[in-house]
C-alpha cells in the first residue's frame, strides 16, 4: 500500500498547475510553529521517524492513478508523473527529543517546487501530532519529580496508529512505560498494567479477588482497591499482606485521590506495610501531579490517559508549512499575525554554564551553517541512520535539564529566539 494519498487535494492541484507553467525549480519550505499555546513553555520534536518511514513509501500507486483520474480534474501528463513520482530532493531536521520554540524550523524541505509542494500534509500531519503529545509528556514529566509515570492512553487516543505514535512519543519525552503492547513490541518500550474494576465485581469478594490475581501473577499484583470501599478494602490488602501474601502495590482509579492517598497510606505504614505502593490513574494530568505533589500527597506512581493522549488543555498546535526560498529568491508573507521570515534557516543555539540562554535563527545556504538542523536526506536518500527510541529518550532527558528551571514549572515563560535578517 502506497502513502500518497495520504495529502489534500490542493496538494496535487497546485502542483499540475506549477509544471503547467514551468515552476519547476528548486523551492525551500520550512515547518515551524508560529506561537506556543499559552499552556506551553517549550515543546519537543517529534515524528521524523514516521515521516521518514512514510515517505520511503510514498508511491502512487495503479488504484490511486486510477481514482484520481476519475476526479475528472489532472491531465493525463500530470498522472504519468504521478505514477513515476519519488522524492528527490533534500530534507533537514532537528533531532527528535530536542527542545524547540516558535518560529524555528523543525523541518525544511528542499527540491523541485512540485515534489516538495506534494509533501506539505503528510509532513505537517507526522510532525503536528506526535510533536503535540511529546511536547505534552515532557511537560507532564517535568513536574513529576522523578515519580514514575506511565502511558495509559490507548483507548482514549483517537485512532490506533495515534495512539501507538502517542506511546512513543510518551516514552522519549520522559514516561516510563506504557499499557500499550503493540507500542512495547514496535519501539522496546516496557509495558505495564494492573487489573481492572471487572476483574474485582467478577469474584465474590476483593479478598477472592486479589488472591486470584496473586496466584497468577505473584511478582505483578497491583491492586485496584477502589471498587467499593477504598479504606476497607486497604484493610483487606493488609490482613493478605500479614498472611504473606504478596501485594506489590495498590491502586487508585476513583474519588479524592489526594485525601484516600494519604488515608490508605497512613494504614499500611501503621501495619508497617510501606513497601506497598499506591499508584493513582483518573483523569491525571500535570496539574493534579503537581498539586498532589506540592501537597506531599505519597503516591509513588501516575498512570496518565485521556489528558496525555488528547493534550486536552493544547489540542493542537499553529504549526504551518510555508514557501520560504525559490530558485534563491525570498518567499515571505505579510498578512497580519501571519508574517513568516524568508530564506532557508538554521538555529543556532546558546547557552550560559550549561543552561539555554537564547537562540538565533540564521538565513544560511546550501551548506548549513553548524546548529540544530541537520540532513536527513540528501537527493531522496536517507543520508544518516535514524536512531532508537532509547536513544532518542536520552537526547530529551538532556535537552529539558538544559532549559532554565522555570520553564519546567507549569507558569508561563518566554524564551529570547532571535530571528536574524
Known sequence: MGTALLTDLYELTMAQSYREHGKTGTAVFSLFTRSLPPERNFLVAAGLETLITKLEQFRFTADDIAYLGTLGIFSR????????????????????????FANEPILQIEGPLPEAQVLETLALN???????????????????????????????????????AAARAAWIAGFDGTSNLE????????????????????????????????????????????????????????????????????????????????????RLDAADLAGIRIFVS???????????????????????????????????????????????????????????????RQIVRHYREGILAYDEVVRTGKDLVPGLLEPVLTDGTIVRPLPSPDAIKERCSREIASLPSPFRSLEKQHYDVRILP
Open 77 to 100: 501528463d500530470f498522472l504519468t508523473w504521478l505514477e513515476q513520482f519519488r522524492f528527490s530532493g533534500t530534507i533537514c531536521a532537528v533531532p527528535e527529543g530536542t527542545v524547540l
Open 126 to 164: 507526522c510532525i503536528h501530532f506526535e510533536t503535540l503529545v511529546a511536547s505534552k509528556a515532557a511537560r507532564i514529566s517535568a513536574v513529576g519529580r522523578g515519580k514514575s509515570i506511565v502511558d495509559f492512553g490507548f483507548r482514549r487516543s483517537h485512532t490506533t496508529e495515534a495512539g501507538i
Open 183 to 266: 507500542a512495547g513490541k514496535r519501539y522496546g518500550i516496557p509495558v505495564v498494567g494492573t487489573m481492572a474494576h471487572s476483574y474485582v465485581m467478577l469474584f465474590d469478594s476483593e479478598d477472592a479477588a486479589f488472591r486470584a490475581y496473586q496466584s497468577s501473577f505473584p511478582d505483578r499484583a497491583i491492586c485496584l482497591i477502589d471498587t467499593y470501599d477504598t479504606l476497607a478494602c486497604t484493610d483487606t490488602i493488609i490482613r493478605l499482606a500479614w498472611e504473606g501474601v504478596p501485594v506489590p502495590g495498590v491502586r487508585l482509579d476513583s474519588g479524592d485521590i489526594g485525601m484516600l492517598a494519604r488515608d490508605v497510606r497512613e
Open 282 to 344: 483518573s483523569n491525571v494530568d500535570e496539574y493534579s501531579i503537581d498539586r498532589w505533589l506540592s501537597s506531599n500527597i505519597p503516591i509513588d506512581s501516575f498512570g496518565v490517559g485521556t489528558h496525555f493522549i488528547t493534550s486536552s488543555d493544547a489540542p493542537f498546535l499553529d504549526m504551518v508549512y510555508k514557501l520560504v526560498e525559490y530558485e534563491g529568491t525570498p518567499r515571505f508573507k505579510t498578512s497580519p499575525g501571519k508574517t513568516t521570515f524568508p530564506y532557508r
